[in-house]
């Protein structure tokens, strides 16, 4: 403890009170996620330095209504206050209540007031309050609460230097009690507080009332209340009701004290008259799907561009690495091994920014709660939440964003039944296998007039893959028990205009979750994949050209054709396709060979590797991917050398795409479900059943075709 | 009149005063979330599909199920 103690300041609020946008202002871009210990819920926390001079730690908790938890996330919030011995517990609270709407953030200040840490009340959203002719007496406020009152708005910055100066001095925690422990209670609580060093009358009754919460303390600790409670018939939660009743009782009475000019309410006409649109039987829906298509749109188009030249200037620098560094097994590990992994990684980096630039617009402008009024009902027939909708959505273009995006959903079931189906939409990358594949076995004619048969078949595998999901879901919703009861009681926030710096944070944090987090992943089977693909036994590929030289003699090859040649032996010598041969007896039934298998091998990191490997294996590695028709003649003329016939029939070409629509084929996602999750249970369980599905299905269609 | 019932028999534009709960578990979120025995409650809206509906209460909007508004018993 060498290290001079920073304070903590936490900051805590009802969802939709501003707490982000003063968390952004206090500290900046100097921020991180961290972990609470032992649980998955992140923890934000950030610097600001203090006009005394000292930096502060601020601790951003999840928004929550009421000390009482009923999600994970909330149970956190509850732990950090109660355990005023811990770790974490806050040197000084910050409760931010929104001022246009006081009274449900008073009834979340009275519990942390009463909860015995020092505490100040930023009133946010000052400006509304004047729009709306609201008038407050803070002096009275404050006096009546028993703690500082700063006027903020977090916005645009007014109030913050004033609350800076507040925090950087000491203050004491409030006298008053909003609360008092009913007569029956009083017993339990005061054996507690002889028992354990608890600090006042409303924690003790909080350990006896949250049995789940009190995780920090040692287990005879736990032992302790346990009997306490026992001993005294405690039923935890039996007096909840009374005590928010009681506290909206004493808040109401402050608030007909303290309010000199009440709301009127048409400032909220705007978000009215919305509402009557985007909430309408049609044009909800038509403004929904268009929104739905612009973001989609916008993931598949604006990223193309940077994601191409991410490609092109990790290839140019792979291969640059390669001209100027000695050769050897070390540059090799950088030029294939290293960089094209790091390249893996930040090619989705754009398709991520895009999707949570629009997320964060919908959060924040308060449109977010409507999508969620709007698709409740149908989602929840399949075990998923209205909000459940934008993942799912967003899965059509990859299912990286897509899965980092379920965090709005606060439902455990809901949210993990959402991450495990995600994938099952087809996303982009599986556009270019399927592209070649259909234009394999599926004849480029039209049907009744102006079908193209193509663009049919590629149709109906997206639609495969998003029945797929809502089936998985639906039969999830049956498998998962869980006690955790599924309601929907939400605010539907006022509309506002969103907060540009709030999205450019927004996009950072979730930006750099994703390089750091799942990149850790990524890079690591990158690496193992390419030791796999550049290694075998023996000294086949150290002297490749030797035995393709021997091999070819008596061909006459050009340069070019050569290189090719040594490139597919090469790989059919490696580890990788060692592995493809091994595995050839398992996908023979689906009607696949081993140069198919050393595909879904090198695949099985990221998907749209099977064209390039399915090139390189063909020997047709130098024509480069775009040249479709190339590889797609190539494919036309491989012999399956058991019938004589094609390689590639309409039953092998179908399987190969329908193992391709269910299948994982990709780390990405296994990486950031891990992250999500935090841990590998869920991860393991999604690939084990999306290659299960894949594998039966593409087993029966290739055993009904052939 | 005097008809007892709850929120979720309510139509668009009606307003009534929330009396009490039937779901222990539920009631306690909702009063928390402003939705108190003698505070006046204005059905708003539906969802197009008919739920969930979107209430006024406390001085501000919330939605919530059906099944949840049917726990929350109002006068008129």
């Given at each position: 403890m060498s290290e001079r103690k920073r304070p903590k300041i936490a900051l805590l609020g009802n969802p939709n009170s501003g707490k982000s946008s003063l968390f952004n202002r206090l500290t900046g871009l100097n921020q991180k996620i961290g972990n609470f210990p032992g649980v998955t819920v992140d923890k934000k926390s950030g610097f600001c330095l203090l006009p005394s001079g000292v930096t502060a730690e601020i601790v951003d908790l999840p928004g929550i209504y009421s000390i009482y938890p009923r999600s994970l996330d909330e149970q956190i919030v509850a732990e950090v206050l109660l355990d005023h011995r811990g770790a974490d517990s806050p040197d000084k609270i910050v409760v931010i209540a929104d001022a246009t709407n006081l009274k449900r953030g008073l009834l979340l200040l009275t519990q942390i007031i009463d909860i015995g840490l020092p505490t100040i009340l930023a009133l946010n959203m000052m400006d509304l309050v004047a729009k709306a002719g609201i008038s407050y007496d803070l002096k009275k406020l404050s006096a009546r609460l028993g703690v500082q009152v700063v006027p903020i708005n977090a916005r645009n910055g007014v109030g913050i230097d004033e609350l800076k100066r507040v925090l950087s001095q000491p203050f004491a925690p409030a006298e008053k009690n909003t609360f008092n422990v009913w007569d029956e209670a009083k017993a339990p609580v005061r054996e507690l507080r002889e028992k354990l060093s608890v600090d006042n009358d409303y924690e003790a009754y909080q350990f006896l009332e949250q049995p789940n919460s009190l995780r920090f303390l040692s287990k005879s600790d736990r032992e302790t209340v346990d009997h306490i409670r026992n001993a005294y018939n405690f039923f935890p939660g039996k007096f909840q009701g009374a005590e928010t009743i009681q506290r909206y009782s004493v808040i109401q009475d402050l608030l007909n004290d303290v309010i000199l000019k009440a709301a009127d309410l048409s400032w909220k006409n705007t978000t009215s008259r919305l509402d009557r649109f985007l909430t309408h039987k049609v044009w909800g829906y038509v403004s929904f799907f268009a929104i739905l298509f612009l973001i989609f749109q916008a993931i598949f188009a604006w990223a193309t561009l940077p994601m191409d030249f991410i490609d092109s200037g990790f290839a140019n620098f792979s291969s640059y690495l390669k001209s100027v560094l000695p050769e050897g097994p070390l540059t090799s590990l950088l030029a294939e091994g290293i960089i094209p992994g790091i390249g893996g990684i930040i090619i989705f980096v754009p398709q991520i920014a895009i999707l949570f630039a629009f997320i964060s617009v919908l959060e924040e402008s308060g449109y977010m709660a409507r999508v969620v009024f709007l698709m409740d009902k149908v989602m929840r027939k399949f075990g998923?939440?209205?909000?459940?909708v934008v993942p799912l959505m967003s899965g059509v273009a990859c299912a990286i964003p897509a899965i980092m995006a379920t965090?709005?959903?606060?439902n455990w079931k809901e949210r993990t039944i959402t991450i495990f189906v995600t994938?099952?939409?087809?996303?982009?990358?599986r556009l270019p296998i399927f592209t070649i594949l259909i234009a394999l076995i599926v004849p480029n004619e039209t049907a009744l007039g102006f079908f193209n048969l193509q663009g049919l078949a590629l149709m109906g595998l997206y639609l495969l893959g998003f029945l797929a999901a809502i089936g998985s879901a639906y039969i999830m919703k049956l498998l998962i028990r869980v006690k955790e009861r599924s309601f929907l009681i939400m605010e539907l926030p006022t509309y506002r205009i969103p907060k540009w710096s709030n999205v450019g944070y927004t996009i950072v944090e979730k930006t750099k979750a994703f390089v750091l987090e799942a990149g850790k992943v990524i890079l690591a089977i990158s690496i193992i994949l390419w030791v796999l693909a550049s290694y075998g036994p023996g000294d086949k590929l150290e002297n490749a050209r030797e035995y393709v030289l021997q091999d070819a003699a008596n061909q006459r090859l050009t340069e070019q054709a050569l290189e090719d040649r040594i490139a597919a032996f090469r790989l059919e010598n490696s580890y990788a396709g060692i592995i493809g041969k091994a595995i050839e007896p398992v996908i023979k039934p689906l009607g696949y060979d081993w140069k198919i298998g050393i595909a879904l091998i090198t695949s099985f990191a990221a998907r749209e590797v099977f064209v390039g490997t399915i090139a390189t294996i063909y020997s047709i590695g130098s024509v480069g991917e775009e040249d479709e028709v190339t590889i797609k003649s190539r494919l036309r003329e491989e012999i399956n050398p058991e019938t004589g016939?094609?390689?590639?029939?309409p039953a092998v070409g179908l399987s190969l795409l329908i193992f391709y629509t269910f299948a994982m084929q990709c780390m990405s996602t296994l990486a950031i479900v891990y992250r999500e999750t935090k841990g590998w249970k869920w991860p393991l369980l999604q690939l084990t059943y999306m290659t299960g599905l894949a594998y039966l299905s593409a087993f029966i269609v290739y055993q009904v075709l052939r | 009149m005097e008809t007892p019932g709850n929120v979720a028999q309510m139509k668009p534009g009606e307003i009534a005063i929330i009396t009490g709960f039937t779901d222990d578990y539920i009631s306690v979120k909702l009063m928390e979330m402003g939705c108190l025995p003698g505070v006046p409650v204005r059905f708003n809206f539906t969802a197009p599909l008919g739920d969930p509906i979107c209430i006024s209460v406390s001085g501000y909007e919330l939605s919530l199920r059906l099944e949840e508004a049917a726990t929350i018993t109002i006068v008129n």
């Open positions: 998923l939440n209205g909000k459940s965090r709005t959903i606060d994938p099952l939409m087809s996303c982009s990358a016939g094609p390689r590639y029939t | -």
